[in-house]
């Protein structure tokens, strides 16, 4: 038996919290403000907590790799506290945060404030009258008033605040505890951005509201179309079935979001909006003792409620039984089975998360090895998920062609009867815990994530010495504790399981669109709040663009070798390593297939089961690429490990061995996953369709190897072209880590062992860009309530000045909630929930640049907004005001960007493959800060207006107006067989 080599666990649990694994304890400080804040002794992420005088949280955590801070602003407050009579009311008043208030976006407060007044009177009448006729007649009032008020309110002034201080990833979401508002910022824009939030959520203003709640319908129309958020919802339905996790979904029902009230929604801002049960949590470049001040003098005028209500949770009587359902749609077939866990705080928690990476950690979990390794079903998964009152664990596959997914769900249980009974070896506990330990230690590197940390430990009541305990628990976590809880909290028939079958959704809603009369933008406006906003100074900073010839270290380890390296600054002890050949699916064909099968295959030292083994003992992670143009194989993990990881790599480069068995089903497989996609309203729209209105019948994406060729091959030659690829043909590698450039050079030409001389790569196969000489439609019908809409055209090919206008173009037109087509489409017209416009930016020289507008929108709304897109494509609307904004984003974006760790090598290979040599940014930004609105109207009519488009439309056949379609330009329906060419 082969000796295990495990990584050590007290290493790795040091690498995560520091030198001590244990000792936490809380701290009160004050600080030379005098403010009182609590720290964790022997944390090493440094998080302070501070609570202000009104009952406001404060999270803060200093990262100072990149000069930006991640913000989240934490109500705690999501859709079980929704009203029972108007479900939804939680998101709906998410998306009413981005409207304003009596000083964002207002131009005539004292106006407008008394039509929102006969506004929200009229919405009670609608909602309480069961007349059609009178409701009618309403909503036209509502409408009339609606235009009315419009006219003295700036529609998206908040974004375009945020947008001017350089924000991304703008946005907020809503769960069932708590609604979360993010910003990620340059922390130079600190100040201004807590001014600007504070005043946010100080007041609220339901403007703007029957046109917005168009959009919160229309996201409900689009989850009506994913088949994987009905199946959730059913699920979550079987566990709780007395508690609003299940009975009540974030989005609400149809009925209720037709009938709002905005009484109740007011009423939910002034009862949970309020200090002590908010939080904000900063995880960047920060000043602890300035931001606390600076948050202070703007949050603490913020008045608490003593009155908070206390969620009281129903409890849920234990499941006596297998609970079954059936969910209906057109996407694959699959399965998902749940076991109800205790909540957030319970030690279920701790158990399930091992247990979790033991059933599947990618590499050599129960289900990874005797399951997908094994070919008895299709991505055997699972997870667990807490919140405050229950959580649950989660196993789900698909089925394999001829497979039910009755079979499916026994292969399930049967694993998790291997826990049950404890039939797993002792070492995959260590190991799995490592690899916990490991992914902390990963997401530990990165501001975003420790920022989600802050939020849970907040929204879930979790102090954060209590967080920091939860990982030194792990290690002291047994296979008998796992047994034992196993056996308690997996009981043979008290489950739930949801079988995804395709058929015809009976359940789905339909609700005829209203009459919406245009309302006013005022893009040209701003409100005095926004005026005093812009002129308030910030320091700006410096944009750093990276030298790569002195970034990235190169050494020598053979000709026909390239050697690239990357210093890990943090010294956390995490490498990657990438071995790169720069061919791929559009050299040779069956290069996908040969990479595809090496999580079947073993070597001469190994079994395929021992190999992965292998690799999850070492702490190690294999992963494999392959895009059109580039074959990649990855190692990564921690870097005591790496000269194993090399010599694994080398092993199964030089030495890989398959199974003719194991071929054939994974050939079976293959052949069932291609079946699928034809089933996924995904990939045939985003992959297949845009590949023939981009370059015909045949393409990339559908220029397969055929089944009966694919039967015909042999492992062995596709293991043969795996040590051709990576033997005989130039190659590079990549390392990032603490190693030096030389003795990472020395372990490769240890264990590398390439062709003396090495051939040039292959000349891609280039498909024939489609010639857009006239306006054609495409339609595939596909069962679902919306439609989804593609405006496709190609400009001229690749020439790198055009990026800084690509940039703007995209920015001002569609990128964000400010954005010209976002709020012609989405904010004035209520046409659709997702609205975009872009300048996509070719990723290999010989490719053209292409423009593309995108609605998500019912049928019965389509060609309006076809034809509204239409026109912004065609007449360019220019707002100053809109322009400028836009143009601050990009700039103050590169200048609080750094381009760090492996970011460095990979944006360097991108601008390569361009044939671009330096850090194209640079003359992005120069471009950009003496770029006029004149300038990018001369680029739009150059490039985007006038243009000849393909339409790409997906849709339910006898839903859609064939017809007006037809207007749009020459109509070709599509099938799938067309499109797939199987």
């Known amino acids: 038996m082969r000796k295990l080599r495990l990584v050590g666990g007290f290493f790795l649990l040091a690498c995560v919290l520091g030198c001590k694994s244990s000792s936490f304890q809380t701290i009160r400080h004050t600080d030379s403000n005098g403010y009182e804040y609590e720290i964790v002794k022997n944390d090493p992420l440094g998080v302070r907590k501070y609570t202000l005088s009104n009952g406001l949280t404060v999270y803060m955590a200093k990262m100072t790799d990149v000069p930006r801070v991640q913000t989240y602003i934490v109500v705690r407050a999501g859709s079980m506290y929704d009203p029972p009579e108007t479900t939804g009311l939680a998101h709906y008043l998410e998306h009413m945060m981005f409207k304003g208030n009596s000083k964002i976006g207002s131009l005539d407060w004292e106006k407008e404030r008394k039509l929102l007044e006969q506004i929200s009177a009229l919405f009670e009448q609608h909602r309480k009258t069961a007349d059609p006729v009178l409701k009618k007649d309403i909503y036209r009032r509502i409408d009339s008033l609606s235009v009315i008020a419009s006219r003295y309110c700036v529609a998206g002034e908040y974004d375009k605040m945020v947008s001017f201080i350089g924000a991304t990833g703008t946005n907020a979401w809503t769960s069932h505890e708590c609604t979360v508002y993010v910003n990620d910022i340059p922390s130079n824009e600190l100040d201004k951005w807590i001014q ?456 199964i480069v030089q030495h890989a061995r398959g199974d003719s068995m194991a071929y054939q089903r994974y050939v079976d497989d293959i052949i069932k996953r291609r079946n699928d996609a034809k089933k996924s309203k995904e990939v045939i729209f985003n992959q297949a369709m845009v590949h023939y209105a981009m370059h015909g019948p045949v393409n990339g994406f559908n220029d397969f190897i055929p089944e009966d060729s694919l039967r015909k091959i042999k492992p062995a030659e596709l293991m043969a072209l795996l040590k051709e690829l990576f033997s005989t043909y130039q190659h590079d590698y990549f390392y990032y880590g603490i190693s030096t450039p030389a003795a990472v050079s020395r372990l490769i030409r240890k264990y590398h062992k390439p062709a003396p001389s090495l051939k040039v790569p292959l000349q891609p196969k280039i498909y024939k860009e489609a010639d857009f000489d006239r306006n054609r439609v495409y339609f595939t019908d596909y069962n679902m309530v919306q439609n989804q809409f593609l405006m496709l055209s190609k400009d001229s090919s690749f020439n790198p000045e055009m990026m800084p206008y690509a940039q703007m173009f995209s920015e001002y037109f569609g990128s964000g909630l400010s954005s010209v087509v976002f709020q012609e489409i989405r904010e004035s017209r209520a046409l659709a929930y997702a609205a975009y416009a872009a300048c996509v930016v070719p990723v290999r020289p010989w490719d053209s640049y292409r423009i593309q507008a995108f609605v998500a929108t019912q049928p019965d709304k389509l060609v309006v907004a076809a034809k509204a897109m239409q026109e912004v494509l065609n007449r360019m609307p220019r707002s100053e005001v809109q322009f400028a904004s836009a143009k601050e984003s990009v700039l103050k974006r590169i200048e609080s960007e750094r381009i760090t760790k492996t970011a460095v090598f990979w944006t360097y290979l991108r601008y390569k493959d361009l044939g671009i040599e330096s850090d194209y940014r640079q003359m992005i930004y120069e471009k950009v800060k003496n770029m006029t609105l004149d300038d990018m109207e001369e680029f739009f009519n150059h490039h985007v207006a006038g243009k000849k488009y393909a339409f790409l439309v997906i849709g339910k056949k006898e839903n859609t107006d064939i017809n007006l379609l037809k207007r749009l330009g020459e109509y070709h329906e599509l099938s799938v067989e067309e499109l797939f060419r199987y």
């Not at 709640?213 to 409900?220: D, G, N, P």
């Not at 230690?441 to 009541?461: I, R």
């Not at 070798?561 to 490498?575: H, K, M, T």
Request: charged content about 25%; hydrophobic content about 35%.
């Open 196 to 651: 600007l939030e504070s005043v946010r959520f100080g007041e609220i203003a339901l403007r703007l509201f029957h046109t917005e709640l168009e959009a919160v319908y229309e996201e409900f129309n689009m989850s009506q179309d994913r088949d994987s958020r009905k199946q959730m919802y059913a699920l979550f339905n079987g566990l709780f079935p007395h508690h609003p996790y299940g009975t009540q979904t974030t989005l609400g029902k149809a009925e209720h979001l037709k009938n709002p009230s905005m009484v109740n929604i007011m009423n939910y801002f002034h009862t949970y909006y309020v200090p002590n049960n908010m939080a904000i949590c900063l995880s960047g470049d920060i000043d602890y003792e300035k931001t606390i001040r600076s948050i202070d003098s703007c949050f603490g005028k913020l008045k608490p409620n003593p009155s908070l209500p206390v969620f009281t949770s129903p409890q849920e009587p234990p499941l006596d039984s297998v609970v079954e359902k059936n969910v209906y749609g057109p996407e694959p077939e699959n399965l998902m089975l749940a076991f109800r866990l205790g909540g957030m705080k319970t030690t279920d928690r701790l158990y399930a998360i091992v247990l979790d990476r033991i059933l599947n950690n990618g590499t050599a979990g129960l289900l990874d090895i005797d399951v997908n390794q094994q070919q008895k079903a299709l991505d055997a998964y699972s997870w667990t998920d807490f919140m405050q009152y229950y959580g649950y664990f989660v196993m789900g596959a698909r089925p394999r062609e001829s497979q039910t997914l009755e079979e499916v769900k026994q292969i399930l249980l049967e694993e998790i009867k291997k826990i049950r009974e404890g039939n797993f070896p002792d070492w995959l506990v260590t190991a799995s815990v490592n690899d916990i330990l490991l992914d902390k230690l990963k997401q530990q590197d990165n501001y975003h994530s420790l920022g989600e940390d802050l939020v849970d430990a907040f929204t879930y009541d979790v102090s954060w010495k209590e967080y920091l305990e939860f990982f030194s628990h792990l290690e002291k976590v047994t296979k008998k504790d796992l047994v034992d809880f196993a056996r308690r909290a997996f009981p043979e028939n008290q489950y739930v399981v949801v079988y995804k079958r395709n058929g015809i959704d009976t359940g789905v809603v339909k609700i005829p669109k209203p009459a919406i009369t245009k309302i006013e933008l005022n893009r040209e406006e701003h409100s005095e709040f926004y005026r005093r906003f812009l002129s308030k100074p910030s320091q700006r900073l410096v944009p750093v663009f990276v030298d790569y010839q002195k970034s990235i270290a190169r050494e020598p380890v053979a000709e026909g070798i390239n050697y690239y390296a990357v210093q890990n600054p943090n010294r956390n002890q995490l490498f990657e390593l990438h071995l790169i050949v720069n061919m791929g699916k559009s050299m040779n064909r069956l290069i996908p297939v040969a990479v595809g099968f090496l999580p079947y295959v073993g070597t001469q030292r190994y079994s395929p089961r021992e190999l992965q083994e292998e690799f999850f003992r070492l702490g190690l992670r294999f992963n494999q690429q392959v895009s059109d143009f580039r074959t990649t194989l990855s190692v990564s993990g921690l870097n005591k490990s790496l000269e194993q990881a090399i010599d694994l790599l080398e092993d």
